[in-house]
């Protein structure tokens, strides 16, 4: 797994306009071929320790060759409208 794995909460509207908190991770990627299932685990930062909250998993996703990869899909509209608020993202058109 590459990219950054650590995020803060970003106050966000989503794409109906609804606010809510958001962990952004913009940047993951995984290199090697195979099924994967991500755990997030969230921590409050207090002084002088970190306590742990929650752990949350994704689905399983599937990662494939370099070679079979058709390249990324557009950016959904959801990043979009984080984008436009100030969260950093590179953005993919077709």
């Given amino acids: 797994l590459s990219g950054s794995s650590v995020s803060s909460l ?8 609804e606010e809510g908190g958001y962990f ?16 997030f685990s969230m921590f ?15 689905e399983m996703i599937q990662a494939v060759p370099a070679k079979d990869f058709p390249g990324r899909a557009e950016s959904s509209y ?11 993202l590179r953005l993919r058109r077709k």
């Fill in 44 to 58: 409050e930062l207090c002084s002088g320790y970190a306590q742990f909250l929650a752990d949350v998993y994704t």
């Fill in 78 to 88: 959801l990043s979009r409208t984080f984008a436009t608020q100030g969260v950093r």
């Fill in 24 to 39: 952004v991770f913009g940047d993951l990627s995984i290199s090697d071929p195979g099924w994967f299932r991500l755990m």
């Fill in 10 to 17: 970003h106050r966000l509207k989503d794409d109906r306009g």
